[in-house]
């Protein structure tokens, strides 16, 4: 599309979202100012760069050549990714990234030291993800819930490791750093007595989180799940278990869109946590029929998602990031086109006529709130993406396409 038309369709859009009380310019400055993490996993299926690589909890499908295999490949990746995105960003780190070959539970802040000069250089925020798995140490599956005290300590170190290393990010960054505590922890079958193992997780979170740490600089959440692969009977970490958790203990709450039963939203909730004041992440990440983290689609159960943390008021507060891995796909491609999905999502809903659809509700005109919420559904937001794409320098359309097929050919199939 010709730069001129890409103009001509936004003055366009602008004059029918005035129509509907919308501020086209205010909407395209908060999609730049709301950042969304990118999380470095998609990069090379959460392989990481430690040298004893065990098989992982968290299984990822899929051969497609040409994985990041160096911490420099992996950061080109992604800054060619985040070059593709006319929003606001962070990028999500996972501990098994760290480049010093040190203990998990001994692992601290130099391991990532080049991480935070790129940050820096890219005046990007750290956000910081503790790996309680592909190790060792890992009891039949069980890292704090362990019923071996050797096992539940080695890991309670490594989680009073993460929090330091992500108050160092927050620190060094001078952004809040969140750090999400996700363990795997569960059984494949029916167990005889699930309190025992969420007993045992209590008294770890406890020593976990007992050093108090300034929240400008990290913001803990903890991230429940219904089940895994291998889990499929009994997660310790369920939402229950984990919300009562950061409820009583001052904690953030993450919320997997792929964590719950197939059906439930976590567009519901945040309506739900905000008159608390939780403090919320998200992994938006698309489920396909269990926790399988597919590539995140523009979909009713994204766009809902977004729309839904606006209407609640907590758009601009709540921590936004992306968890899907997809093996089987050109990963930058997967990694991108999730991504712009979700920025899309975002400025889909920041386009809402959230303020006529709110007061045909309190006027109790359900009809009319029905009639406008579908008249919203055609209001040229591509239009306005566009614009939005073209002033930030990114390829639009058919030139978006043509940047990933030329990645591929320059740089990844170099590898
Ligand atoms: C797993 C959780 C967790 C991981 C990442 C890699 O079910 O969603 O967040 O996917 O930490
Ligand atoms: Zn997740």
Known sequence: MKSETILKRYESAKEVYKDFGVDTEAALKKLKDIKISLHCWQGDDIRGFEADVVASENVVTGNYPYAARTPDELRADIEFVLGLDPGGHKVNLHGVYGEKPQRRDEQNIDAFSNWIDWAKQNKLGLDYNGSFFAHKMMDKGLSLTSPNKDVRDFWI????ATREIAAGLGKATGQISVCNLWIPDGLKDNPADRLYYRSLLKESLDAVFAKKFDKKQLLDTVEGKLFGIGTECFVAGSYDFYLT??????????LDSGHYHVGESIADKFSALAPFGM??????SRGERW???HVVTYNDTLTSIMTEAKRAGVLESIHIGLDYFDASINRTI???TGLRNASRALLNALLEPTDLLKKAERDGDFSMRLALSEEAKML?????????????????????TAALAKYEND?????
Do not use: E, Q
């Not at 958790?245 to 993450?254: E, P, V, W």
């Not at 403090?279 to 938006?284: E, F, T, V």
């Open 157 to 160: 170190r490594y989680g009073k």
């Open 245 to 254: 958790y950061a409820a009583k203990n001052n904690l953030g709450i993450c």
């Open 279 to 284: 403090d919320i992440l998200l992994h938006i």
């Open 291 to 293: 926790d399988s983290d």
């Open 334 to 336: 997967a990694w991108a």
């Open 380 to 400: 040229p937001v591509a239009d306005v993406w566009n614009y939005a794409c073209l002033s930030a320098g990114i390829p639009v359309g058919g030139a978006y």
């Open 411 to 415: 740089v990844l199939k170099k590898r």
